[in-house]
């Protein structure tokens, strides 16, 4: 059982929205053990983020977010895959992104530049689904020269956040496969 689903015993049917705000929160869960982790300290100063007060500066907590956001997509949308109601699924994707964007604005983001986030996401996910489509390495590549934007990473850098994308979204599949839709 992964740091995401310990201690936390879901029933076995859930709305979409029950859903989604359990997405929402396991996403903050990832982003926050990301940036306090040991072992992504190095990813963290690899990428030539700078942490202040324990937070990214200069607009790589948005990049950072957006990959989590994304792997629990992807999560989601493959523990689904031929079992759900696409409907269903979609109302909790939906559900997932407006607990995200509501979060963001209850801890300071001003609701006027949500519209611009949803387009980076958006266009982050459409690159991270192409690259993935490829390979899981093709997947590392593309988040790695988001995360470390006007520097060359390194060769190691994409295996690694390859594998932790990975890490986040294969006991999250396993969890979400226990888990029945209903309306």
Partial sequence: MSKETEGFSPP???????????????????FS???TEGESGG????????????FPVG?????????????????????????????LVRKGLDAFHTAIFEDMVANGTPRSQLPLFEQHVSARYAEYHAAAALSDAHLGRAVARRLAKGRKPSESLGPALTERALEVAKPLRDFLEEVELVP
């Fill in 12 to 30: 076995q049917s859930l709305t979409p929205e029950e859903l989604g705000d359990t997405l929402a929160r396991l996403v903050w869960e990832s």
């Fill in 33 to 35: 053990d990301f940036l």
């Fill in 43 to 54: 990813l963290l100063g690899e990428l030539g983020i700078a942490l202040q007060d324990g």
């Fill in 59 to 87: 607009g790589k907590a948005e990049e950072i977010l957006i990959f989590f956001m994304w792997a629990h997509t992807r999560a989601l949308q493959l523990a689904f895959l031929g079992r759900a109601e696409g409907e």
